[in-house]
């Protein structure tokens, strides 16, 4: 089965367009690859973390920022697909 990418987000702190454009661009990257990308709302105030499946691969307090859409990518291909090339945004 193919493995679900869920961004949970603090909609009190107006993340929600931020967590919608990296749910798109993963969308776009990982067709075919992932299930798909869910948005789950926090009710926790500050939240924005990223999961595949259940595996926590982004967390943006423990980072002390959020992820460049770039580093998520890289993230989301190491533990779904770590055979995949992303092209221009693979690690030089």
């Not at 661009?25 to 067709?31: D, N, Q, R, V």
């Not at 500050?46 to 980072?63: H, K, P, S």
């Not at 959020?66 to 690690?91: A, T, W, Y």
């Amino acid at each position: 089965m193919k493995p679900t990418i869920s961004i949970c987000y603090c909609p009190k702190c107006g993340w929600m367009l931020r967590s919608a454009y990296m749910a798109q661009e993963l969308l776009i990257t990982f067709a075919g690859v992932v299930y798909g990308v869910t948005l789950v709302p926090s009710d926790t105030s500050g939240v924005f973390q990223v999961y595949a499946d259940e595996t926590l691969i982004f967390d943006r307090q423990t980072e002390q920022r959020f992820p460049e859409i770039k580093e998520l990518k890289q993230l989301v291909r190491d533990r779904v697909s770590p055979g995949m090339s992303l092209g221009h945004s693979d690690k030089k």
